[in-house]
Each structure stands twice: as structure tokens, then as C-alpha cells.
């Protein structure tokens, strides 16, 4: 069965602490990797994507992924979290269709 | 760019009644999405279109359930006789082209079923 499993459910940071958010994947076939973020009030928004190549990536506002393929996983990494960094992460996995199978999200705090 | 719009943001109805919601995809986006989530979950797939034709349906989606995009241009979500358990946040998303592409996400349907 295809499914997506984010094993925090709510991280509490200090400002300027290093995350790691776990993401595993079970999927057949070609696998795509995403994780999306949604900031308070906001929609659903890219934060990086992996489909071949250099399995460490890097998206945007500093938060990168490495795709771990033995491990079946796509963690998400940042060294120094900030305040504005405050939303709901979700990790997820596609085939060649565009759709998309997603975690059931970690949502992080962070404290200033 | 002006974004992925769905109306409308809010929709109570009571048990049993129709709903219709609307999507309007980023213009010349051929594949546009509709996911459901609930409460302390990620999005859940319903179906896509590419262009007008609709492609894949979600097993999630019964018959109660009805999408089109006649136009290639916006998508309609349709849920006949609502039950409590239908409650969720209708998202959709568009796409430029194929499964490489980012999806762009609307802010969403908010349903509550009394």
C-alpha cells in the first residue's frame, strides 16, 4: 500500500535551534518527493522537491531534504529555525501522475 | 498569477442537501486537482482532470460525488445528499503541465454537515 508517515506530530523549538523533521514512505514504482508547508491562514505552499539526481535538496527560506533510498526516506532539515518558520509541514509522494499521497503533518512552534 | 480561487471559502448545509463548490485554476493550467482533508491530516486525493477529461478517482470519492471542468478551464465539485462524515476542508490545486510541476493550492472549501 502507498502511504506517507511523518513521525512528529508537534515539535516546540527555541529560535535559532536545528529541526529535522522524519518523513518515510512506502510506494511502488518511480518515486517523487515533496514537502509542502502551510503557514498560519495560508494555503499549501512548495517548500522543495526531489525526483532524480543529487538526493540532498535544497528549497527555499533555507530548508533542505536528503532522499535516503535504502531508508525509504525524505527527512527535512534546517539548521537554524526561525519565529516566521511557525507552520504545518507535510511530506509527500508521487508517482508520474501529479498526484500526490501526504503525510499527516507535523506542525512546529517556534518559540522566540 | 493570480492564484488557484475557490468558492465558496465557508459552507454549512444540513444533512442530506446539495453542495456545489468552484474552483478556478491558475489560467492555462491543463491539470487541475481536488484533495479533501480533515482535521489533524495531510490532504487526501479525490481526482484530477487534465484539460476537460477526468483521469483518476479516488476510491474516497463515491457516488455521491460528482467532478467536472467542462471547459478544460474551472472544475465544480459536486456532493449529493451530505452526510456529517462528508465535513472536511475541499481543497484544489492546478498544475502547468504533468507531474513534475508543483501544484498550486487554493485556500480551500470549508464544509461543515449538521
Known amino acids: 500500500a502507498q502511504s506517507v508517515s511523518q513521525h512528529n506530530h508537534h515539535v516546540i523549538l527555541s529560535e535559532a535551534a536545528s529541526l529535522e523533521l522524519g518523513c518515510n514512505y512506502s510506494?511502488?514504482?518511480?518515486?517523487?518527493l515533496f514537502w509542502y508547508v502551510q503557514y498560519p491562514g495560508q494555503h499549501l505552499q512548495l517548500l522543495l522537491k526531489?525526483?532524480?539526481?543529487?538526493?540532498l535538496v535544497k528549497g527555499i527560506k533555507g530548508f533542505e531534504a536528503e532522499f535516503i533510498k535504502s531508508k525509504f526516506s525524505f527527512n527535512l532539515r534546517k539548521p537554524s529555525v526561525q519565529w516566521s518558520d511557525t507552520a504545518e509541514y507535510f511530506c509527500?509522494?508521487?508517482?508520474?501522475?501529479?498526484?500526490?499521497?501526504f503525510g499527516q503533518g507535523t506542525t512546529l512552534q517556534v518559540k522566540p | 498569477d493570480t492564484g488557484v480561487s475557490q468558492n465558496p471559502r465557508h459552507k454549512i448545509t444540513k444533512r442530506g442537501q446539495n453542495v456545489t463548490f468552484r474552483c478556478d485554476p491558475i489560467?492555462?493550467?491543463?491539470?487541475l486537482y481536488w484533495y479533501r482533508q480533515t482535521l489533524g491530516q495531510g490532504p487526501e486525493f479525490l481526482t484530477y482532470?487534465?484539460?476537460?477529461?477526468?483521469?483518476?478517482k479516488s476510491r474516497l470519492l463515491s457516488d455521491r460525488f460528482s467532478a467536472e471542468r467542462p471547459k478544460g478551464s474551472f472544475s465544480t465539485l459536486e456532493i449529493q445528499r451530505t452526510e456529517q462524515g462528508d465535513s472536511a476542508m475541499y481543497l484544489c490545486?492546478?498544475?502547468?503541465?504533468?507531474?513534475?510541476?508543483?501544484?498550486?493550492f487554493g485556500s480551500g472549501t470549508q464544509l461543515s454537515v449538521l
Open positions: 490545486a492546478s498544475s502547468p503541465r504533468g507531474f513534475e510541476e508543483k501544484l498550486f
Open positions: 510506494y511502488g514504482g518511480t518515486v517523487n
Open positions: 526531489y525526483f532524480s539526481g543529487d538526493p
Open positions: 509527500a509522494v508521487g508517482g508520474n501522475t501529479g498526484k500526490l499521497i
Open positions: 489560467s492555462e493550467h491543463n491539470r
Open positions: 482532470f487534465q484539460n476537460e477529461a477526468q483521469l483518476e
